[in-house]
């Protein structure tokens, strides 16, 4: 590792730190921890949601039709995004006590033992409203879990990489997203084309939960090794990347926090319109092979990394707001015919798929921390977090419930409409942020 300070004020933020000289934790090494740690949340995060789509709703829900049943599973599956920024409260809290080692060590395991336990959740044929109760707070336990498992890397990166290749930085943690859903997928394919539909439901599903829980054992120890490294505990002390009080936080930078979560908010609510609403649409009105859809999404996410890892170098060419903002201008364009591709048989859903993955690549890129300067050092590492977490839960927590449900009520042309809010509320949201930063 190198000997050299990688960001310019992180030398001499105090008189003890200008008198020691400590090793520097290299951006490569943070990325490595970075992408490691996303891969595993991402790949917990598309199992279950692939399997809300088309497993759960005849598992947990058959007193229902399937629409009805793929609605309650799309709620439960909201759970997780509404626990979240509880958890990551509670996270800064154990971590204020105990450090950032034990905070991480408690929501993995939280995390994969809620995952692993989703796998023993017995059908409403055996046990009843008692199994549908134990997948909520299971998926409640998830949600918290992963709200728990901030560890500012990506702060960390961001700041620690060199000014003029931030946008590159940026982009690749958000890989971690396209990683895990092609493995997710990629099981999921598998399974419905080498089982029964019988096997499947009865017992095929819950292996991805399992290896679900493998990743969390591996992305621990991996994350583990980092954050413990005495160069990682200097720099992060040195740049002030520590839990801050939330009511602090809101009073002092409150408005940042809703600014960076609406800013976010088209790549959000693209996210699950090409992923998880697809799978439903397909299975309720399609008679298209469910793994050769899931193949084509894997192709979809292979594009989507791509988008990702052009997204950073556009954002170093023009700025990372500026590539957020034409991103928007981009997924509103495809919201217009959006809803005619996805009703026009296999071939318009193929091009749905593809250009919203390759849309949803080029936005979610720069999606993460793109305005989080705005919190400068003190108040950045809990900023992050708590945006983050209220753009997940206001533009990606309901998408699928929403989107099924206003597609199958009103027709696919709402879909096209709630891209669109979504474009609009992020070219708002930054345009806001222009006339605060430029005022401040």
């Known amino acids: 590792m190198s000997a050299r300070p990688l960001h310019p004020d992180a030398s001499l933020s105090s008189h003890d730190h200008g008198n020691r000289a400590h090793d520097s934790v290299a951006p490569g090494e943070i990325a490595v921890g970075v992408v490691v740690g996303r891969t595993s949340e991402y790949f917990d995060f598309f199992v279950y949601g692939i399997a809300s789509a088309l497993v759960f709703p005849a598992v947990f829900f058959p007193f229902v039709d399937q629409l009805q049943g793929t ?46 336990g989703i796998a023993f959740v017995p059908g409403y044929e055996r046990l009843g409203v008692a199994a549908i109760a134990l997948l909520a707070g299971f998926r409640v336990l998830q949600g918290i879990a992963l709200g728990g498992s901030w560890d500012g890397l990506p702060s960390l990166l961001a700041l620690n990489a060199p000014k003029e290749r931030r946008g590159w930085y940026a982009m690749l943690g958000q890989l971690g997203a396209p990683v895990g859903f092609i493995v997710a997928a990629g099981v999921f394919a598998f399974l419905y084309a080498n089982l029964s539909e019988a096997d499947l439901l009865a017992w095929g599903w819950r292996y991805p939960f399992f290896v679900a829980f493998a990743l969390n054992v591996v992305a621990l120890f991996a994350r583990l090794r980092l954050v413990v490294a005495e160069e990682y ?51 309720l009105h399609s008679e ?72 949803l690549g080029l936005s979610y890129g720069q999606a993460a921390g793109a305005v989080t300067a705005n919190f400068g050092q003190r108040y950045r590492y809990t900023g992050a977090a708590l945006t983050a977490d209220l753009a997940w839960l206001i533009g990606a927590a309901f998408a699928p419930l929403v989107a099924l449900w206003l597609a199958s009520t009103f027709g696919v042309v709402w879909i096209g409409a709630y891209l669109l809010s979504g474009a609009v509320c992020t070219l708002i949201a930054l345009g806001i942020n222009r006339r605060l930063r430029y005022r401040s």
């Open 71 to 116: 609605l309650y599973a799309f709620a439960i599956f909201a759970l997780a995004f509404v626990a979240r920024p509880v958890g990551t409260v509670a996270g800064m809290w154990i971590q204020q006590r105990w450090g950032i080692a034990t905070k991480l060590t408690v929501a993995l395991f939280l995390l994969g033992t809620a995952t692993a």
């Open 233 to 283: 505990q200097d720099e992060m002390g040195s740049l002030e990347l520590q839990p801050t009080p939330v009511a602090e936080l809101y009073r002092e930078k409150g408005r940042h926090v809703v600014i960076g979560a609406f800013a976010a908010l088209a790549s959000y609510a693209m996210f699950h319109i090409v992923t998880i609403f697809p799978l439903s649409w397909i299975l």
């Open 288 to 359: 298209q092979s469910i793994p050769a859809f899931l193949v084509l999404q894997v192709v979809g996410a292979f594009i989507a990394a791509a988008g990702i890892v052009a997204s950073g170098y556009i954002a170093d060419q023009v700025g990372r707001a500026k590539t957020l903002g034409g991103t928007a201008v981009g997924i509103a364009m495809y919201s217009g015919f959006a809803p005619t591709l996805l009703g026009a048989g296999e071939g318009g859903q193929a091009v749905f798929i593809l250009l919203g993955f390759l849309l």
